[in-house]
């Protein structure tokens, strides 16, 4: 099984294992080559971004000016907060090189000569293991001015890892962005794209840990080899991270369009007891929740998950057995979100809090059937009404779970419609909701 | 009680400075070598903290108030994390999450009256597929049962 981004070398964490492995060859290979060879190649090997939204990579740095006297920046994302989400670490742990090479290579295709990795302050021990990687790679000459001699070039830069601190938010890209700045994880409005307008005002690139650690292979083995694997539509290897019921949860890097019940059953063993899954979440938390029996011949690519009705995400799949209580789950969703959000826009800071506590209604036995049309309102009022897609993130979950499990959802509530809790709910509008247990 | 940076940290937080064009970058990193030496975040470290990188020190506490993992009050010694997140929730979280709280007799946020102990429910730490989990302090502790739980918590001290 072919891998990219993980191969199974031991202790490819180490400089000299992974020279040995054909590792900073690629650097040398794209020095060779103009900056636009580069882009063009990254476009036409169709790598998309693996931080959520699978965006062209080449197409994404093509935006950046090529005339401009300001710096630019590469900012990597590491934040890894998404629930689901846990195959970032995995590459700070065992293929730390293979990061700094496609950093090396980033910058040099959109011309920054500063990168900042934003890790998630939790990562202590990652941020070690990566920020170790990166000293060595600068004492062996091959990150900073001394690449200038090393390869006999020009071009240089340098590599920092910026240590966030707990919030979710910070992993939207401007809201990191921000974090970098030394400011509150605040997204900004768009545009001005941060290809335009991002770090202190100059053009950034921020893309996935995992894309740009599939760069190097990219650029040693031509586009046409990556190209080939997987989806064409969306090709490569992705890490796929299952958690949840199943007999060997982990992270397993497989080809683009690996059927999702593979994955489950045949890389992570299947469902413990043999169990019925009710529900799984194809892509991390944010992503619209699928129904177990929704799952037969889905291929995990962005295209196939889309016509399946969710979404790819980040590729972190969790899968709930048939005696998961859904309603807790949704709730403990919906708390997360409320909790994360940052509370610059109204239908975001409210709504997220209104779902939260309709649905802990319902779990003490006291929802009715209006409830679940009012989770939808609410949901359908925050999409596409607010500052950044922690809002789709937060609807998502709520509104597709309770509609493909209304059978479910209408078990747990009282078919009379509560006119006291109703009445209550009408006048949320005017009280600021404190939920308790909270802190934001 | 007067805070002053030791020299090796004010020195840390002078090459924190120059990994960016602008001083204020810096006040994450500030802040953590603050906490680490004196366990939680002052007012008079922000101030401290926002002469250092040329900052008002309202936007010192800005940034304080916005990040979970700065701390206003003291904390235990051992500061442990529990996510109780879908994926750990799925494999148990919410029993080590109780396990704990009847164990230490404190809540969420809440310090043992010895000062060792204070527990934080927390969002997903990236150890899904390794749950239930906690952290203590730096540590992960990963597929936590019952058992390892008595276990990690008593050999403390
Ligand atoms: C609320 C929110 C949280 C996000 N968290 C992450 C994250 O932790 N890591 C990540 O790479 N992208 C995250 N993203 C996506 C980023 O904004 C951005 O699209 C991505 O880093 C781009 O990288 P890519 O093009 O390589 O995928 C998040 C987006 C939103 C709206
Ligand atoms: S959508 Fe939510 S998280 Fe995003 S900017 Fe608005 S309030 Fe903040
Ligand atoms: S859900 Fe607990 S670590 Fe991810």
Redesign the pocket.
Known sequence: MIKIVLPDIPNLHQLEVYKQNGGYTAIKKALSQSPDDIIDQVKRSGLRGRGGAAFSTGLKWSFMPKTTDKPKYLCVNGDESEPGSFKDRQIFEYNPHQLIEGILISCYAIGAKTCYIYIRGEYHKWIKLMQNAIDDAYAAGLVGEAMKSTFNTDFYCDIYIHKGAGAY?CG?ES?LMNSIEGKRG??RVKPPFPAQNGLWGCPTTINNVETIANIPPIINNGWEWFASIGEPKHPGTILFGVSGHVNKPGVYELPTGTLLTDIIYNYAGGIPGNKKILCIIPGGSSMPPLRGDQIEGVKMDAESLKAAGSAIGTGGIMVMDEDTDLVKVLARIAHFYHH??????T???EG?GWLEKILKRIIAGKGSVSDLDLLITVANQ?EGN??????EA?AWPVKYMVERFRDYFEQRVSKEINLEVANKVHSMRHSSITVEGIVH | MEFNFTPENLERINAEIKKYPKKQSAVMAALYIAQEQNGYITNEIMVKIAELLDMHPHDVLSVVTFYTMYFQKPMGKYHIQVCTNVSCMLRGAYDIWNQLKEKLKIDNLEVTPDGKFSLEEVECMGSCGTAPMFAINEDYYENLTKEKVEEIINSLN
């Open positions: 938010i939207e809201a605040y997204p994360e959000s940052c509370g610059q826009c239908p975001c800071r997220t925050i607010t500052i950044c897609a922690l809002g937060a």
